[in-house]
T-cell receptor
């Protein structure tokens, strides 16, 4: 089992640029979660999908952030335009069904200069 | 607002010591409490606790939940340098779809 796959693993960009982070959940898992981790705020849930449908995006910081899940095996998190304060590690996680433990991907370390 | 608080923030011990990590929570709709270990990359799952007073054990690690006092502890006996990591506690809501994480305890085990 390949686990949750994220790409890129590292991204360095300049303020104002668009950033797209990608996630492939574990095959068969029907819930997908995007988290952001910083030293100051720890791990925060941004948005989660159940059966490809966004259920709760109340954690999304502002309109510059958007997420999609066009099919069961792929999701994107987009930041446009990016700002230095968006610098963080972004994790994607998936779970077989709600109530089970979440399996995390390796994360994307984003640095916005 | 749901809150999960872990203590201590950090801990330095020597190999062979026993450590106890604490997690207290205030959540409106509690379902389960989970422990994760995070080294340099993604959090990896350790335990899920749903019932009070039932210890879960995996090798040198064990954990227990007290739903009356709203806390959990994670014990590590005979610590090894490979146990050095950030240990995260998280609470799962009743619907089973929202994890609220604590700030973590950073454990360093010296040889």
């Amino acid at each position: 089992d390949a686990g949750v796959i994220q790409s890129p693993r590292h991204e360095v960009t300049e303020m104002g640029q668009e950033v797209t982070l990608r996630c492939k959940p574990i095959s068969g898992h029907n819930s997908l979660f995007w988290y952001r981790q910083t030293m100051m705020r720890g791990l925060e849930l941004l948005i989660y999908f159940n059966n490809n449908v966004p259920i709760d995006d109340s954690g999304m910081p502002e309109d510059r952030f958007s997420a999609k899940m066009p099919n069961a095996s792929f999701s994107t998190l987009k930041i446009q335009p990016s700002e230095p304060r968006d610098s963080a590690v972004y994790f994607c996680a998936s779970t077989l069904q709600q109530g089970n433990e979440q399996f995390f991907g390796p994360g994307t370390r984003l640095t916005v200069l | 607002e749901d809150k999960v608080v872990q203590s201590p923030l950090s801990l330095v011990v020597h190999e062979g010591d026993t450590v106890t990590l604490n997690c207290s929570y205030e959540v409106t709709n509690f379902r389960s409490l989970l422990w994760y270990k995070q080294e340099k990359k993604a959090p990896t799952f350790l335990f899920m606790l749903t019932s009070s007073g039932i210890e879960k054990k995996s090798g040198r690690l064990s954990s227990i939940l007290d739903k009356k006092e709203l806390f959990s502890i994670l014990n590590i006996t005979a610590t090894q340098t490979g146990d050095s990591a950030v240990y995260l506690c998280a609470v799962l809501n009743n619907a089973g779809n929202m994890l609220t994480f604590g700030g973590g305890t950073r454990l360093m085990v010296k040889p």
